[in-house]
């Protein structure tokens, strides 16, 4: 009898450069374990609840240059997290491909719709009071989205539609973003063997 299992769907991705030294594993078809250090202790906590809500397993890794500010790590910690879930999403063979969720988080509710697409593309309407969220620019934040959808190839749609509390509309965000992501890349049962477009083929022109 032949095995039918699915093939698992994990991958590993690392950046080296001047700036930064970062590795990452993910399983997309885990259970939300995380294992998470990049120095940046808000990050953790942001890449900690992407992995809870979207049950894929991340190992995150990051050594940057702190000690000049935090733009580096977060960018790049952003590009490598995607570039290895798109190296587990493969041909994208299966998936459901579209994802929405709208997550509320005390005052604040956030909007996201992603596209697996392979054609990466990031709409993001998120103001923030602050410019620090602790020791964090806020500005950051849209750094590491665009970073993510970029290397995973991802046509994402972030949107808080209301809140006051910064804290809240960044938890949000990444929240939305997991139920999302955990929606367009699950298998369709009806469809385990196809592309998910009429080219049958993701990515640049495709639809």
């Known amino acids: 009898m032949q095995n039918s299992s699915p093939a698992p769907r ?3 991705a690392s950046r080296t450069t001047k700036e ?3 590795e990452t594993t993910v399983d997309l078809d ?5 294992d998470v250090a990049t120095g940046i202790g808000f990050l953790d906590h942001m890449v900690e609840q992407l992995s809870r809500h979207s049950l894929i397993d991340i190992k ?7 000690h000049i500010d935090f733009h580096h790590t977060t960018e790049d910690c952003g590009i490598v997290l995607g570039e290895a879930v798109s190296k ?5 063979t ?7 969720a709208t997550i509320p988080m005390d005052e604040t509710l956030t ?3 992603l596209d697996a697409s392979n054609r990466p593309y990031l709409i993001w309407k998120v103001a923030f009071s602050r410019p620090k969220l602790g020791d964090m620019d806020t500005e950051l934040f849209k750094e590491w989205f665009q970073a993510f959808a970029q290397a995973a190839g991802l046509t994402l749609h972030v949107e808080n539609l209301y809140g006051e509390n910064n804290h809240h509309i960044v938890e949000s965000c990444f929240k939305a973003l997991a139920r999302a992501l955990r929606a367009a890349i699950a298998i369709d049962p009806r469809k385990a063997d196809a592309v998910p477009s009429t080219k049958g083929v993701l990515g640049s022109g495709s639809a």
Do not use: F, H, P, W
């Not at 885990?30 to 995380?34: A, T, W």
């Not at 587990?88 to 994208?92: C, K, N, Q, S, V």
């Open 10 to 12: 994990r991958a590993s």
């Open 20 to 22: 930064t030294q970062i």
């Open 30 to 34: 885990g259970s939300g374990v995380y």
């Open 60 to 66: 995150l890794r990051a050594k940057g240059d702190l």
């Open 88 to 92: 587990a999403l493969g041909a994208r």
């Open 94 to 100: 299966g998936i459901v491909r579209y994802g929405e």
């Open 111 to 113: 909007r996201v719709a």
